[in-house]
């Protein structure tokens, strides 16, 4: 490995590896978690042992990039130079497409993307339907890279904003810079980062610290963990930038346990970037010094909290503490400490390269830039997307993610994680960005948008967000402890039947005694969800409370199978689906399902071929 | 009870970062990837090398969800119950586990054989529900599907 001495020297680095790439013949293959999971390995072992068993190894290179985004479609095989968008591939794929494609340039028509409005076969990704509307800058380039390997990074003009900010900006530039952007924290509190930064900087006291904030516990939110597994050198630059503005010699990478894929690409990411003298002292010749250490969480929702995750830090139990004095001025280890989620870091290079006017002619005017959704739940095309700020449900629901599965009705948006709130289908035509969002009860959060269908119980939803957090409550403060405890304990009972209408006046109350009088963030948005819920599908909450019947069908207590005989043709495929026994019948007769074994999954209500099965 | 620990192991573990009490959930972190849960006596041990009471390592050790103070199965399933994958029926997945397996979330079979976990979010969102079987990701789970799938992963366990 190189040590570049000078930012000349990686100018020229860059040049040399841009001469490199050439128009040979590459096969990309998702290695992110997601489609791995779908057999992505399979895929890329077939690959490797294909080219080797041919003898292609100098004409056809297999490369593993980061997530491609369109995660429902995994795993994903792009062919380069043609750029041949295959999806859904499978380990026997394998050989047509090194032979057809790789090697002859001819398109395997079985595994290219149909559009399902037009019927037509899309060869280019970027002429996919969930491409087309998007605005990829941040999360673009993943697929183009190999995680783990900085000479990749570099050719697409990696580190170009480190030099251009090393060699022409002085630190307060770069603030005014960020400052004029109009960036705003990705991690949900969408605070303006420039201003953060100038806070941090100004405080007295040395060393200062730099946190990335890489504990992205919202569930249904993935972008960070994407980010970090496929470019975590963006991740590094962003902070290298953010170091030198602020005046930070130390920089800390606070990753979630449930990420281990992420850790170990940071890792290889950090030793490179030594290697080739980006981190370390005296950087580029500049002077400036610079280290990143990464911490692994210990499963802890609330260490998302900047404070809480502080704590952890020190290897303490992460537990929040009162913020009178900000954490620029006192965070870790009572120095100020600048922290930054990672798709905040993610976005600081790209405003340095193409400049805080070209920034804020994207999105809108209070919230500029893009912003990272994970779509998933009860859609057709899950995955991340990346749209201008200002953008509408509508449009993320129907142009990019295709609409609702199974043809069925839109009911609710969920955004915002456990503090966010459910928006409801009337509303979808809301531009998307942080002040549009709070006004709705809701809050971007890091961007994890659960669609839900008209299958999806609005009680049950709030159930699930508050059993979820008083699981994840640090227990410190009483109004955040009692208060979930509380609310459950009443969700319990409206979700079995055992609800009454003064409750609701009682969930309200708790949640204002939460909201004003929790320690954190966590507990003051906490009742987010079911305040959100009560207020626009207030209701359902009566369905449940005075008729005592669940509409959607999914509040257990409420509900009942059974077996309409005049149906049943006896074929067995409830009985052998169902994970309790408790069906039974003869082959060919009426089958009976035994309630005291019933577990209600619902196994036998899918699986009944001839709707024999009701639910009630 | 006494633990039958080689304390050797956790002696290295802490050599290597010294005594930084910064790194005191690294340490645990690694411990119990060596020994699958933390033994009582590597905590003690962890405690008087940092010189910190032995209170606060268990302290941190119960806070965090990651750490194990007892032994774990042989097989960890782990299903996620993050918001994509619950609207999409992860509790019907996790209850079909529960009674496939004898055994509630959290808790382990009687020989040993497995642990059934629950995690918040994986982060696998777009595959919901996701159930890893020691670290192996499933996606797109269904009750039905869980069964089949566990005696498979048996077989594969078994084969090699």
Known sequence: ?616 | MKDEVDISKVESIIDVYGSDREMLITMLHEIQAEYGYLPRDAMVLVSSRLDLPVGQVYGVATFYKAFNLSPKGRHQICVCLGTACHVRGASEVLQSLENTLGIRRGESTEDLEFSLETVNCLGACALGPVVTIDGEYHGNMTPAKVKTLLDNHLQEGDGV
């Open chain 1, 1 to 616: 490995m190189r040590c570049l001495l000078s930012t000349e020297d990686l100018s020229e680095a860059r040049r040399s590896l841009e001469e490199k790439g050439g128009d040979r013949v590459r096969i990309m293959v998702c290695g992110d978690t997601g489609c791995l999971a779908l057999g992505g390995a399979e895929v890329r072992r077939a690959l490797d042992e294909e080219v080797q068993k041919r003898g292609l190894a100098g004409r056809v290179e297999v490369l593993s990039t980061g997530c491609h985004g369109f995660c429902e479609r995994g795993p994903i095989v792009v062919v380069k130079p043609q750029d041949v968008f295959y999806q859904r591939v499978k380990a026997e794929d394998v050989p047509r497409i090194v032979e057809l494609t790789a090697l002859r340039g001819e398109v395997i028509d079985e595994l290219l993307y149909v559009d399902p409005r037009s019927g037509e076969r899309v060869v280019q990704e970027e002429k996919v339907d969930f491409y087309r509307s998007q605005k990829r800058i941040i999360i673009g380039e993943i697929d183009r890279i190999r995680p783990g390997e900085i000479e990749d990074y570099i050719a697409i003009g990696g580190y170009a904003a480190l030099v251009r900010v090393l060699e022409e900006m002085g630190p307060e530039e770069v603030i005014d810079e960020l400052k004029r952007s109009g960036l705003r924290g990705r991690g949900g509190g969408g605070f303006p980062t420039g201003r953060k930064w100038e806070l941090c900087r100004s405080a007295a006291g040395q060393p200062k610290y730099v946190i990335c904030n890489a504990d992205e516990g919202d569930p249904g939110a993935y972008m960070d963990r994407s980010l970090l597994e496929g470019n975590p050198h963006r991740i590094l630059e962003g902070m290298l930038i953010g170091a030198y503005a602020i005046g930070s010699e130390q920089g800390y990478i606070y990753v979630r346990n449930e990420y281990p894929l992420a850790i170990e690409n940071l890792h290889m990411a950090i030793k490179q970037a030594k290697e080739w003298g980006l981190l370390g002292n005296d950087i580029l010749g500049s002077g400036l010094n610079f280290r990143v250490k990464v911490v692994r969480g210990g499963g802890a929702f609330v260490c998302g909290e900047s404070t809480a995750l502080m704590a952890s830090v020190e290897g303490k139990r992460g537990e929040p503490r009162p913020k009178h004095v900000h954490t620029v001025e006192s965070g870790l280890w009572n120095h100020p400490t600048n922290l930054n989620n990672v798709e905040t870091w993610a976005n600081v290079p790209t405003i340095i390269n193409r400049g805080a006017e070209w920034y804020r002619t994207i999105g809108t005017e209070n919230s500029p830039g893009t912003k990272i959704f994970s779509m998933v739940g009860n859609i057709n095309n899950t995955g991340l997307v990346e749209v201008p700020m200002g953008t509408t449900f509508d449009q993320m629901i129907y142009e990019i993610g295709g609409g609702i599965r199974g043809g069925k009705r839109l009911k609710a948006i969920q955004i915002g994680g456990p503090s966010g709130g459910c928006i409801p289908a009337e509303l979808t035509g809301t531009k998307i960005d942080f002040d549009a969002l709070r006004e709705l009860g809701s809050m971007m959060g890091s961007g994890g948008m659960i669609v839900m269908d008209e299958d999806t119980c609005m009680v049950d939803i709030a159930r699930y967000f508050v059993e979820f957090l008083k699981e994840e409550s640090c227990g410190k403060c009483t109004p955040c402890r009692e208060g979930l405890y509380q609310m459950g304990e009443i969700l319990r009972d409206i979700t079995s039947g055992r609800g009454e209408e003064r409750q609701l006046d009682l969930l309200q109350e708790l949640a204002r005694v939460m909201r004003d009088a929790s320690l954190c963030a966590l507990g003051q948005t906490a009742a987010n969800p079911v305040m959100s819920t009560i207020r626009y599908f207030r209701d359902e909450y009566m369905e449940h409370i005075t008729g005592k019947r669940c509409p959607a069908g999914i509040c257990r207590d409420l509900i009942s199978y059974s077996i309409d005989p005049e149906k049943c043709t006896g074929c067995g495929r409830c009985a052998r689906a169902c994970p309790a026994d408790a069906i039974s019948g003869g082959k060919g007769e009426p089958h009976e399902i035994d309630l005291a074994k019933c577990i209600k999954c619902g196994s036998c209500y899918t699986t009944c071929k001839f709707d024999a099965v009701m639910k009630v």
